[in-house]
């Protein structure tokens, strides 16, 4: 399953440092996924979510990684695309 999430000003701006759940990308994601998510957790190794009782995980790509650790570090950043290339199953990458 690709998708290709837009983080956008507003999810930057709502969204919470170093919080997994409900980061820029995570508010990004389950915007676009449109409440089919049970549980998210955005890593800059990768990214997990749970589609009714399923798992998926992607790569997280190093244009995410480098967001995350300039987000998280009260940083300036800016909205971008990211293309999230999910697989079935649970990952610890």
């Known amino acids: 399953m690709n998708k290709i999430i837009n983080i956008t000003e507003r999810n930057i701006f709502e969204g919470e440092k170093s919080n997994p ?13 449109k409440g089919k998510i049970t549980s998210i957790s955005v890593l800059p190794s990768h990214v997990n979510i749970k589609i009714k009782n399923k798992e998926y995980t992607a790569v997280m790509p190093k244009i995410g990684a480098s967001f995350i650790k300039r987000f998280d570090e009260g940083k300036a950043v800016n909205s971008f695309s990211l293309d999230l290339k999910f697989k079935e199953g649970f990952s610890l990458i």
């Open 21 to 33: 759940q409900n980061c820029a990308i995570a508010r990004a994601i389950k915007k676009n996924m």
